[in-house]
T-cell receptor, first 117, second 112 residues
Framework: GAVVSQHPSWVICKSGTSVKIECRSLDFQATTMFWYRQFPKQSLMLMATSNEGSKATYEQGVEKDKFLINHASLTLSTLTVTSAHPEDSSFYIC?????????????FGPGTRLTVT | DAKTTQPPSMDCAEGRAANLPCNHSTISGNEYVYWYRQIHSQGPQYIIHGLKNNETNEMASLIITEDRKSSTLILPHATLRDTAVYYCIAGGASGGSYIPTFGRGTSLIVHP
């Protein structure tokens, strides 16, 4: 199946600094990528939808100036957490669309665990 | 996307079949049923999806009722490594993209 990678797999940063997370589709081109956040013992929560070459669409309650998303190519989307605070500590997961026939399959990255101290 | 309902937890013995139900009574005619699973501290893994017909792949089988209001994911010979949270999602109209919206899923524990 299609492979999606994320880098880094985990990161620890100090409060007030910014962190960039990369999401790559390794063997397919993804017009659309998605970013999720998951807190302990909770389900995945969609943060934003990222389309190549256009601005991301953010879910209600997600600050677009804090979570900067760039989708510069069909294989790369980045999420930058700006001025991170401890409450931003979470598991961040990206996914990418891969069309198969008349339907789509979503492939997810392994996730990035962010800890803000 | 149609709302789905799953039991919060299930368990089964290693080597036995695990049958995970999902209710999606409000699914529309052109929406698919997707199944994913998430092993602890990993990203979700795609398992299988279907529209009307039953589907089978190397991981699992998907049985969709004739009225499409419910489905069952079958892991024919569960192993300890199948312990995970399983998510059933209804969405993605035929020919269109969709955004998976995750509920709480079913936590499956496979025991020796």
């Amino acid at each position: 199946g299609a492979v999606v990678s994320q880098h880094p797999s985990w990161v620890i940063c100090k409060s007030g600094t910014s962190v960039k997370i990369e999401c790559r589709s390794l063997d397919f081109q993804a017009t659309t990528m998605f970013w999720y956040r998951q807190f302990p013992k909770q389900s995945l929560m969609l943060m934003a939808t990222s389309n190549e070459g256009s601005k991301a669409t953010y879910e209600q309650g997600v600050e677009k100036d804090k979570f900067l998303i760039n989708h510069a190519s069909l294989t790369l989307s980045t999420l930058t957490v700006t001025s991170a605070h401890p409450e931003d500590s979470s598991f961040y997961i990206c996914s990418a669309d891969s069309r198969r026939g008349s339907s789509y399959e979503q492939y997810f990255g392994p996730g990035t665990r962010l800890t803000v101290t | 996307d149609a709302k789905t309902t799953q039991p919060p937890s299930m368990d089964c013995a290693e080597g036995r079949a695990a049958n995970l139900p999902c209710n999606h009574s409000t699914i529309s005619g052109n929406e698919y049923v997707y199944w994913y699973r998430q092993i602890h501290s990993q990203g979700p893994q795609y398992i299988i999806h279907g529209l009307k017909n039953n589907e089978t792949n190397e991981m699992a089988s998907l049985i969709i009722t004739e009225d499409r209001k419910s489905s069952t994911l079958i892991l024919p010979h569960a192993t300890l490594r199948d312990t995970a949270v399983y998510y059933c999602i209804a969405g993605g109209a035929s020919g269109g993209s969709y955004i998976p919206t995750f509920g709480r899923g079913t936590s499956l524990i496979v025991h020796p």
